[in-house]
């Protein structure tokens, strides 16, 4: 998976199992020159998480290997992820085995045990219908937008397009691209402010489809667009709820210091004092708090180290234009160096 969907799509389901489960993306198929794009093992100790997880909670319940497709895929690709499949589970026979100690059947027909090691599920995600796929693993529908293969087979298929337009499906419809996205991202937006999808994909959104440099068709423009005006709306709302904390704040510690100066100096201009100098402190630290932190977040979803000396630095800048200066670049820096001023 190369392009910046793909990359949002592996990214985008690493990050919700990892809620979970031990997911990875990836993961090198030793046997071939191939790698699973995210394979998710569940946690029994968050079996409370996944059950809230929707869809993707359900598909998460076993071993799992996730192949997202951008395009609806063929037979053949299909048939590559099913030798993916059959040569990860060999692998993890033969890692079990080592650990074990024990050898291989083929090696020693007389030995007694061998480790029980669970065939992995294969989830194949795409956005259309795959009909020959459907067809040549005679597939029967589990649930609205999900098909399970032959039995024995442990093939799931999950066409975006006929999912229902529900918060259960809503991790895996981000998967997708035009009007299916779009719709997505709404849904997304109306969910409250503290759901753990929005944790999950906001970042993600505004890193793969706002930042990326590569070229886009004029649907994906669109849906950038939206996106973008969503993202704009939901900072400023974040910067309101901050000052609105911040006159909370500053009320608070202006009425406990001119209560304080008010026994030395007098109750009436202690108040008075005391409420300004809260007010103005409080505005102040409550926009560059979440101005410092929205500079950290960009670096940590870029994928780019904050050392903690770095991060003690600008978690302490109080300069709203130097915060919004290393913000822009964070966006589109390579390194640490190229946002701090100063640093070698």
């Known amino acids: 998976m190369h392009n910046r969907s793909d990359q949002f799509a592996k990214n985008l389901l690493r990050d919700g199992l990892s809620l979970v489960s031990a ?9 071939a ?50 030798r993916k499949q059959l040569t990860w589970h060999h692998e993890l026979e033969r890692r ?14 007389d030995a007694p045990w061998q480790p029980v090691v669970d065939f992995p599920a294969l989830v194949v995600i795409s ?44 991790m895996l419809r981000l998967l997708g691209s035009g009007r299916l996205l779009r719709e997505a991202v709404a849904d997304l937006v109306a969910l409250p402010d503290d759901a753990w999808e ?32 969503w993202f704009e709306e939901y900072q400023q709302k974040l910067r309101a709820e901050a000052r609105k904390e911040g006159l909370r704040e500053g009320h608070d510690e202006g009425r406990t210091e001119g209560l304080k100066e008010g026994r030395k100096e007098g109750i009436k201009e202690g108040l008075k004092e005391g409420l300004k100098e809260g007010l103005k402190e409080g505005l ?26 770095a991060r003690e630095r600008i978690l302490a800048e109080k300069d709203p234009e130097t915060l919004e200066r290393w913000h822009e670049r964070a966006v589109v820096a390579a390194s640490l160096a190229e946002v701090l001023d100063g640093l070698s």
């Open 23 to 31: 997911a990875e993306t990836e993961v090198e198929v030793l046997a």
């Open 33 to 82: 020159t191939q790698k699973i794009d995210v394979y998710s093992v569940p946690d029994p100790a968050r079996e409370a998480e996944r059950a809230r997880m929707g869809l993707l909670g359900e598909l998460a319940a076993e071993p799992s290997l996730f192949e997202p497709f951008h395009s609806t895929p063929s037979l053949r690709q299909v048939r590559r992820c099913l």
């Open 96 to 109: 079990a085995r080592a650990s074990a100690g024990s050898v291989a059947p083929d090696e020693d027909a």
């Open 127 to 170: 956005p259309g219908r795959p009909e020959m796929v459907l067809d040549a693993y005679r597939c029967e529908p589990a649930q609205a937008g999900v098909y399970h293969a032959v039995p024995g087979l442990a093939m799931r298929v999950v066409v975006l397009a006929e999912l229902p337009r529900t918060r259960a499906t809503l």
């Open 198 to 229: 929005k944790s999950i994909a906001t970042p993600l959104l505004v890193h793969f489809r706002l930042a990326s440099q590569e070229p886009t068709t004029d649907e994906e423009d669109d849906v950038s667009a939206e996106i973008r005006a």
């Open 284 to 309: 102040k630290e409550g926009r560059t708090e979440e101005a410092a932190r929205a500079v950290l977040t960009v670096l940590r979803v870029r994928g780019i180290a904050v050392p903690d000396a």
